[in-house]
């Protein structure tokens, strides 16, 4: 709907660029119609820019007149909608990177202390007795081994936890709603889907994950967990559902 609109938008715009070029133009607003063509023609040429800015014109008009003529077209009818599609897919997707590189700096600037505090939370806590670290920096303890098959990126799984800040804070926990919870492990954050790969149905590990295997710099806005949060699970794995 939105291209839709943007091409009748267009289309306006180049019977206004037509009228230009024949010298055709009105220097008062003599009726209510007059002022309502005026108030339109500003409006396109206002959306146009903000679409469009580097629209060139000339070979707008030539593209428009050639496929009123069925001549002289310098693209085949088939490729149009492709072109445009693709030209308004990247124009959104660098809109959306330039927005969240901007929301990153911001957070950066904010919660650079809680993403210190951290580091350090998780520096001083891999040399405790019991705590292994993988390659990508997840750290965990094994409270109980168990004796089950492990689960893959693809399984389903339940499990009971008890998730925390570094500085103990309870931000969720099935355990204290005293019922199990299912999620494709695949489907959750980095530090999770690691971590359950590496226990067996019937253990009980406690994981310490880096903010950049957690919600990094955009966490559920609202909630308890801030930007660059490291977090602490208990994580009971009863079964792989499928």
Not at 59 to 87: A, C, H, M, P
Not at 194 to 212: A, T
Request: glycine share 8%.
């Amino acid at each position: 709907m939105k291209l839709i609109k943007f091409l009748a938008v267009v289309f306006l715009t180049t019977i206004v660029s037509s009228c230009n070029s024949q010298g055709v133009t009105k220097k008062s607003l003599d009726t209510e119609i007059d002022s309502l063509s005026y108030a339109i023609g500003m409006d396109v040429a206002r959306n146009v820019q903000t679409n469009v800015s580097e629209l060139d014109t000339d070979l707008f008009i030539q593209g428009f007149r050639n496929t009123l003529d069925s001549t002289n077209l310098l693209i085949e009818k088939e490729k149009v909608q492709e072109i445009l599609s693709t030209y308004f897919r990247k124009k959104q997707e660098a809109e959306r990177a330039k927005r969240q590189a901007e929301d990153l700096a911001k957070a950066e600037e904010q919660f650079n202390d809680n993403k210190v505090a951290g580091e350090k939370f998780l520096e001083e806590n891999k040399t405790k007795a019991g705590v292994k670290t993988t390659a990508s920096g997840l750290q965990y303890i094994v409270e109980k081994e168990g004796t089950g098959e492990k689960p893959t990126a693809a399984s389903r799984v339940k499990v009971h936890y008890h998730g925390t800040l570094i500085d103990g804070t309870v931000f969720d926990s099935s355990v204290d709603r005293g019922e199990p919870t299912q999620f494709g492990v695949g489907q959750v954050i980095k530090g999770w889907t690691e971590g359950l790969q590496l226990m067996p149905v019937g253990s009980k590990y406690k994981f310490f994950i880096p903010q950049d295997l957690a919600y990094g710099a955009f966490p559920r806005p609202g909630g308890a967990i801030k930007p660059f949060s490291a977090l602490v699970f208990e994580v009971e794995l009863l079964e792989i559902v499928k």
